[in-house]
């Protein structure tokens, strides 16, 4: 009780505030997500819009920028493709190529740097209709398309193998089919890729937060939405159940989806489960703050405060577009 207590004594200066701090940002918990796009070429890069000071990259770019972000510390990056707009069909064909973007982009940063190399498993930027699925042709539902469940897993356990041959280190798959995780784990398995991990993103919502995603992906979706697929964002429940489900299928990870707007669905999990937690701080959180920054609303400091709420929260790693800006400061 005051006054023998005096809470402020651990606060006086920067010195002791530190030492007493509770929850640390490291250059480790960052994960920087990173899109090639295969028609850029040379040393190209496309600037994306509706992301302030992020980019689309050759194959060439992409990896000598991956390269100065390992030399300033990073540990790992998540990779996406974007492939030519004459190659996307109904079944993401290109997605399982061995010598589609993601592919040849893993290659590359296996033998050019130390970098942990994660790759997106999803369908959505290699389909002309831009769903994470299989559509199915006899479409009856009234607010949304049918996405083809069962059909799907197969292309999608063949998109991780083909991930998994270029050399990858951790697949994570991000449709939110039911029974993915089962049966890209029964494939790796069965082609002696026992050690590469799955991250699956097993908490995903059906989130306004994508939209800058979509663009940068350029996998916006023609008809319908995917919230036949992606979690209701009222419930939180049920990502205990897809929690439970994807470790019985064999996830090594477990994701929640966006970050910022779902705190305490991360607590939640975190409080469950004793798999490394990974939350993605999406490209709507990203977008907005970075908005409000150039505004003058805030300062910088509202990115590391941003962060520091997540890991707070009980995550072990971050997706964050955020890391190029703040790798030099932790």
Known sequence: MFPI??????????????????VKLNKEDLIYPIFFKENLKGMEKEEIKTMPKEYRYSLDAGVEFAKKLESRGLKSIIIFGIPNEDLKDEIATSSRLSDGIVQKAIRRLKSETNLVLISDVCWCQYTAH?????????NDYDDNLEILNDESLDYLSQMALSHAEAGVDIVAPSDMMDGRIGVIREVLDDNNFKDVSIMSYSVKYASSFYEPFRDAACSSFSNGNRKSYQMDVANSKEAIRECEEDVFEGTDFLMVKPAL????????????????????NVSGEYSMIMAAI????????AIFESLLSIKRAGADLIITNFTAHIIDKL
């Open 5 to 22: 207590t005096r809470m402020r004594r651990l606060r006086k200066n920067s010195k002791i505030r530190e030492i007493v701090c509770e």
């Open 130 to 138: 831009g769903h994470c699925g299989l559509v199915s042709e006899n």
């Open 261 to 280: 707007t779902f705190l305490d669905i991360i607590k939640l999990v975190s409080d469950n489960f004793n798999l490394p937690l990974v939350a993605y």
């Open 294 to 301: 150039a505004s003058g609303y805030l300062t910088e400091d």
